[in-house]
């Protein structure tokens, strides 16, 4: 079955960095674009980004322009969300999900469980 | 990129119907029929209850229905459950990006 599995998650400073990943099994990652969505404590859904199959189309939401990276390796089977310039707001739940765009159909389907990025002094 | 909408809470007794309101612009809900519900229960990943406006994925009960009209799309749950008690939110494509409603919390009275 389909099976997203985030990484990376953890307690930085504001302004340090950090990388999560996040590891898909259960399906061919090469078949499906793929997003990054957050959730602050206590707090809705923001989409944060999504990336096209091979990479060549990107997206951010205006909030992480400029300081968030998406990228994949298909061959690995992985998806990445490089962030810098850590702030406060930053602090969520992030998770990583599926996208049907490539079948024409833009939805986002399966969810990972997420990973907590905590970003606090 | 502004969240859409949704009403903060919906309630109902076991058995009745409720409709969770998702309004959007011209420039999102009302330019594509890519009107998506996720049902999120407490510390746990969303699930895709319907996609498309009013399609259900496989698994997914009859009593979740989804619909349109101009720039606000709907989710009506028919025949309430203790189960459906969690927080709902809409989702819509807008060609560059997605944007997620604000989210409701329906309570199973």
């Known amino acids: 079955q389909v099976q997203l599995v985030e990484s990376g998650g953890g307690l930085v400073r504001p302004g340090g960095s950090l990388r999560l990943s996040c590891a898909a099994s259960?399906?061919?990652?090469?078949?499906?674009?793929m997003n990054w969505i957050r959730q602050a404590p206590g707090k809705g859904l923001e989409w944060v980004s999504y990336i096209s199959i091979s990479g060549t189309t990107i997206s951010y939401a205006d909030s992480v322009k400029g300081r968030f990276t998406i990228s994949r390796d298909n061959a690995e089977n992985s998806l990445y969300l490089q962030m810098n310039s850590l702030r406060a707001e930053d602090t969520a739940v992030y998770y990583c999900?599926?996208?049907?765009?490539?079948?024409?159909?833009?939805?986002?389907?399966?969810w990972g469980q997420g990973t907590l990025v905590t970003v606090s002094s | 990129q502004s969240a859409l909408p949704q009403p903060a809470s919906v309630s109902g007794s076991p058995g009745q119907s409720i409709t969770i309101s998702c309004t959007g612009t011209s420039s999102d809900v009302g330019s594509y029929n890519l009107v998506s519900w996720y049902q999120q229960h407490p510390n746990k990943a969303p699930k895709l209850v319907i996609f498309?406006?009013?399609k259900r994925p496989s698994g997914v009960s009859n009593r979740f229905s989804g619909s349109k009209s101009g720039n606000t799309a709907s989710l009506t749950i028919s025949g309430l459950q203790a189960e459906d008690e969690a927080d709902y939110y809409c989702?819509?494509?807008?060609?560059?990006?997605?944007?997620f409603g604000t989210g409701t919390k329906v309570t199973v009275l």
């Open positions: 999900a599926r996208d049907l765009t490539v079948s024409g159909s833009p939805t986002i389907d399966y």
């Open positions: 259960g399906f061919t990652l090469s078949d499906y674009y």
């Open positions: 498309e406006v009013t």
């Open positions: 989702c819509s494509y807008a060609t560059t990006y997605y944007v």
